[in-house]
T-cell receptor, first 109, second 115 residues
Framework: RKEVEQDPGPFNVPEGATVAFNCTYS??????FFWYRQDCRKEPKLLMS???SGNEDGRFTAQLNRASQYISLLIRDSKLSDSATYLC??????????FGKGTRLSVIA | GAVVSQHPSWVICKSGTSVKIECRSL??????MFWYRQFPKQSLMLMAT?????????EQGVEKDKFLINHASLTLSTLTVTSAHPEDSSFYIC???????????FGPGTRLTVT
């Protein structure tokens, strides 16, 4: 089983839609969780950290379910500029980040 | 703050030549730097972790004699792809962290094409 698994998509949604991505991880010792965004042919950029209690940043909401070992990202009121690949990232503290393959989102006008 | 630069942003070289990629933390001191490689439609794969002043730690399957990493200062790490072959063509991305286990800041990446 891969360490971090994501549905590759693509998710094609109209502007204004709400879309959610899930990501599962295999290492129960994972301590830190992140969502990164990567635009085509660019480096990944941190979108948000994921906290146990869940956290929200504007239109973006991240949640963590330790029991089921998955994290989620919800995007409300999708914008064209949200089109990108969303990477699920986990780490066990001092270990390097482990990236999922990403979920591709296309927001269509 | 926390800006990381890479140079060059893209390079085309002939098979058999060596290519050096620089990664710099511009406004902070990076005790740890990471080198990743990403093939098309694949996830970022960690190649090696380097700490300033010590030898890099390579991931399984990454040849340390082929991918030479030097982290001589707290703001600069270099990756040299020696005797490059077409299969080394990829997107190489570095990241830098103030401390191991803390947030990583990514450079813009270097696209290498070996002909």
């Amino acid at each position: 089983r891969k360490e971090v698994e994501q549905d590759p998509g693509p998710f094609n949604v109209p502007e204004g839609a709400t879309v959610a991505f899930n990501c599962t991880y295999s290492n129960s010792a994972s301590q830190s969780f992140f969502w990164y965004r990567q635009d085509c042919r660019k480096e990944p950029k941190l979108l948000m950290s994921v906290y146990s209690s869940g956290n929200e940043d504007g239109r973006f909401t991240a949640q963590l379910n330790r029991a089921s070992q998955y994290i989620s990202l919800l995007i409300r009121d999708s914008k064209l500029s949200d089109s990108a690949t969303y990477l699920c990232v986990v780490t066990s503290g001092n270990t390097p980040l482990v990236f999922g393959k990403g979920t591709r989102l296309s927001v269509i006008a | 703050g926390a800006v990381v630069s890479q140079h060059p942003s893209w390079v085309i070289c002939k098979s058999g030549t060596s290519v050096k990629i620089e990664c710099r933390s511009l406004d902070f001191q990076a005790t740890t730097m990471f080198w990743y490689r990403q093939f098309p439609k694949q996830s970022l794969m960690l190649m090696a972790t380097s700490n300033e002043g010590s030898k890099a730690t390579y991931e399984q399957g990454v040849e340390k004699d082929k991918f030479l990493i030097n982290h001589a200062s707290l703001t600069l790490s270099t990756l040299t792809v020696t005797s490059a072959h077409p299969e080394d063509s990829s997107f190489y991305i570095c990241s830098a962290s103030r401390l191991a286990g803390y947030e990583q800041y990514f450079g813009p990446g270097t696209r290498l094409t070996v002909t």
